[in-house]
């Protein structure tokens, strides 16, 4: 999870460095975007280019409905699920979930 500002960006790249130096498969990284909205953010293609891998999905910055949910005492997926950051976050969760084997515990 990344925000699309340069310092972000950047320590993403190292980390990503560093992990293919050790042999990690970086293919198998999904990077998720945090924020996205932001003034002066880099554009997702921008950081594609830059970390050699596609933003696989971008979280909206909402901050005032996050905010209020947790203020609530609840979480912004169990808001409304016509605002904008709770289908959003349902999005995310539900891409995990199609894309993550499920593995049995013995």
Known sequence: ILRLDLLCIRAA???L???????????RVRLVANRVGQKHEI???????IL??????????????????????????LGSRWQTICRN??????????????VERS
Request: charged share 30%; glycine share 6%; no cysteine.
């Open 52 to 77: 050699g891998l596609p933003i696989w999905h971008q979280v909206i910055d909402d901050v005032r409905r996050a905010n209020q949910g947790i203020n609530q005492g609840n979480l912004p997926v």
């Open 13 to 15: 790249k190292r980390l």
């Open 89 to 102: 976050l349902q999005a995310l969760a539900d891409r995990v979930r199609e894309e993550l084997p499920i």
């Open 17 to 27: 460095d560093s992990w293919d130096a050790d042999g990690f498969p970086v293919e």
């Open 43 to 49: 554009p997702s293609s921008e950081a594609h280019e």
